[in-house]
């Protein structure tokens, strides 16, 4: 019974042996990483406050009659007079009126300081490809691998003779 066992644990080992010479197939990775981003960006723009005066004079009407010049110039007057408005914007403002004793029109405008502001956002994206491939095993001719089997025959034959001899 012992001698059996042991004629089965020398012909697992030869087997395990035999086998254990074969090459595994080697496989290459390549590993690529790609990355797309942009920045986050703030552009300020910053006006300063801005007063600004307009003044228009109102020549005086000249015709060849005193009287009707007169007349003329006291209804421009008071049709000036009425001529007045001004609006308003948050701090901004802007308006005209008539100025009766220089006799002009008066623009104005009064600009706060502003502050415009333009924003872009950050979007980052990220690739991994990894490629893995495998690298075939070269080609052993038939002749050569009949070879290797006659080889391994032989091997095992010695081994079953040496175990033979001391066994007796």
């Not at 690529?32 to 004079?57: A, C, G, M, W």
């Not at 009064?110 to 075939?136: A, D, G, R």
Request: proline share 5%.
């Amino acid at each position: 019974m012992s001698t059996r066992f042991f004629h089965i644990v020398i012909f697992l080992f030869s087997s395990l042996w035999l086998v254990g010479c074969k090459t595994q197939p080697t496989t290459n990775s390549n590993t690529s990483q790609l990355v797309l981003s942009k920045t986050d960006t703030l552009y300020l723009e910053r006006t300063l406050p801005i007063h600004d005066t307009l003044y228009l004079p109102v020549p005086s009407l000249r015709t060849t009659n005193p009287n009707c010049d007169s007349l003329c110039q006291q209804a421009l007057s008071n049709a000036l007079a009425h001529l007045a408005t001004h609006k308003t914007s948050g701090n901004n403002s802007y308006g005209l009126y008539y100025n009766k004793y220089r006799q002009q029109l008066v623009l104005y405008q009064q600009l706060q300081e502003q502050i415009n502001s333009h924003q872009s956002s950050t979007s980052s994206q990220q690739h991994t490809i990894i490629q893995k491939e495998q690298i075939p095993t070269p080609y052993i001719p038939l002749p050569i691998k009949i070879l290797a089997y006659i080889g391994a025959a032989a091997l095992a034959y010695c081994i079953i003779r040496i175990y033979i001899a001391f066994r007796k």
